[in-house]
């Protein structure tokens, strides 16, 4: 089945760039996604890049996808505080003609003022 | 447009008990998804709900059922809980276009936090 892994845990200062990385096994995706979840909030879409695309750039946010290696990134660049929270990759395909989506476990991205 | 809402926000059960979800997508939406997530994971999906039907299930035991209304509501039952359901379970409201996967969005729900003691 599909696997989605990440790690758990990046502290940066604020001002610097974050790098949150993720791999995946599914050779299949069709989307590959970045959410955020604030504490005690729901998950909140903050960018996708299609599975044959290499980079998308929006705003602060960069996504490097090397499908070759399924591994998928996000920078964001100029971090703020407001930026701390947990990060979920997520992978989706068509699973039986509908779209399925699988997260992984998210990393908890620590900004230090 | 209210978006996704869910209730309750919270809720305490115990073992064996049984707890009944409530989900509304978001206007224009009409398939509903549930997940599952537990402390410190990412969320698990449970299963989906279009035409009042469930239309694809994750590995979620039958004691996890649902419902969806006429009007694209959904409900999310759970039978006979264990301590290990405990979680937030969150909704996401899609349309025919996301599950065709010509879409790339989802809206998702605040959850409710389940407890089981």
């Known amino acids: ?40 909030a729901g998950l909140q879409l903050l960018t996708y890049i299609f599975s044959n695309m290499d980079m998308k750039q929006d705003q602060r946010l960069t996504v490097l996808l090397n499908k070759k290696d399924k591994h998928l990134s996000l920078r964001i660049a100029d971090t703020q505080t407001g930026d701390s929270a947990i990060y979920f990759c997520a992978e989706s395909n068509l699973s039986g003609g509908y779209q399925k989506v699988t997260f992984g476990t998210g990393t908890k991205l620590q900004v230090i003022p | 447009d209210a978006g996704v809402t869910q209730s309750p926000t919270h809720l305490i059960k115990t073992r064996g008990q049984q707890v009944t979800l409530r989900c509304s997508p ?10 599952q997530q537990a402390l410190g994971q990412g969320p698990q999906f449970i299963f989906q709900y279009y035409e009042e039907e469930e239309r694809q299930r994750g590995n979620f035991p039958d004691r996890f ?10 409900e999310l039952n759970v039978n006979a809980l264990l301590l290990g359901d405990s979680a937030l379970y969150l909704c996401a409201s899609s349309s025919q276009a996301f599950r065709a996967g010509v879409r790339n969005e989802q809206f998702f729900g605040p959850g409710t936090r389940l407890t089981v003691l």
């Open chain 1, 1 to 40: 089945g599909e696997d989605v892994e990440q790690s758990l845990f990046l502290s940066v200062r604020e001002g610097d760039s974050s790098v949150i990385n993720c791999t995946y096994t599914d050779s299949s995706s069709t989307y590959l996604y970045w959410y955020k979840q604030e504490p005690g």
């Open chain 2, 26 to 35: 978001k206007s224009g939406h009409d398939t509903v998804s549930w997940y």
């Open chain 2, 65 to 74: 059922s649902g419902h969806q209304f006429p009007n694209y509501s959904s």
